[in-house]
C-alpha cells in the first residue's frame, strides 16, 4: 500500500514537472511582452494553440518527422506574434492601456474563431509518437534549456541588455540610440517561438488539438506568470512549476473540479497582498 502511494506521488510529480514547463514557457512569453510594453498580451495563449495545430499539419498531413514539425512550430509561431504586434499593438502604442487590452482580447478570439474555419470546432487527434514518459523529458528539457539560454541572452548579450534598458525606462532607452521597435518586436517573436514549442509538445501528450485549448492554457500561464512576477523571467519560470505542482496534487488528491478554483483563488491573493508576486520587485528593473 506504501509502495503504491510513493508511485502515485512520483508520477504527480512528474506529471506537475510536465505541466509546469509548459506553463513556464507560454509565460515567459507573457512576461517579457509585459516587461517591454507593459501590455498583457491575451492572445498569447492562442499563439500556443496555433503551435499546435501547426504541429498537427506537419506531422499528420505532411507526414513530417516530429522533430521537424516541432521546428515548423517554432518559426510559424513566433511569425504569427510578429504579425499581430505589427497589425494590432503597434497603431496603438500610444493610446490607453485601456484599448491595447481590449485589442488583445479581440485578436484572442478572432484567432479562435480562424481556428474553427481552417481546421473545424472538432479535435484533431495526434498519432502516438513518443511515450509519455519521453515526452516529459523533452518538454521538461526543452524548459530548462530555454530558461537557461534566455538568461543567458537577457544578461551577457547586447540584445538583452536592450531588452532591460526597454524595460527599465522606453523613452530613456530610445534617446540612448536603441532601436525599441526591434526590441519589442524580438520579445515577441521569443515568446512565440516558446509558446510554438510548447504547443506541439502539450498536442503530442494529448494525442489531440483543439481551438480552445490556447484560452486554457493561457489562463494558467498568465496566473503562472504573475503569481511568479509579471515581468520577471524567472519568476514567470517559478510560477509555472508552482501552478504546475498544484494542479497536479489537487487534481489526485482533491478533485479536478476543485482545481480551478484553487489556482485562481491563489491568483487573488497574490494580487492582493503580494500583486509584484513572488520574485517581482517593486522597481522598474524586470529583467
Known sequence: MHGGLAQQVVEQAFNALFNGSVWALIAVGYSMVYG???????????????????????????????MAGLGL?????????????????????????????????????????????????????????????ALRLVIIGTAIACTVALHEVVHRTQVGTAIRAVSHDREAAALMGINVENVIRTTFFIGGALAGAAGMTVGIYLNTGRYLMGFDAGLLAFTSAVLGGIGNIAGAVLGGYVIGFLNAYSDQYLSSEWTRALVFTILILVLVFKPSGILGQRTPEKY
Open 36 to 66: 517591454v510594453l507593459k501590455l498583457i498580451n491575451f492572445a498569447h495563449g492562442e499563439v500556443f494553440m496555433v503551435g499546435a495545430f501547426v504541429g498537427y499539419l506537419a506531422v499528420v498531413e505532411l507526414h513530417w518527422p516530429w
Open 73 to 133: 512550430a517554432m518559426v510559424a509561431c513566433p511569425l504569427l506574434a510578429l504579425l499581430i504586434e505589427r497589425a494590432a499593438y503597434r497603431p496603438l502604442r500610444a493610446a490607453p492601456r485601456l484599448a491595447a487590452l481590449i485589442t488583445a482580447i479581440g485578436v484572442s478570439l478572432l484567432l479562435q474563431n480562424l481556428a474553427i474555419r481552417i481546421f473545424s470546432a472538432e479535435p484533431k487527434g495526434y498519432p502516438r509518437l513518443l511515450s509519455d514518459s
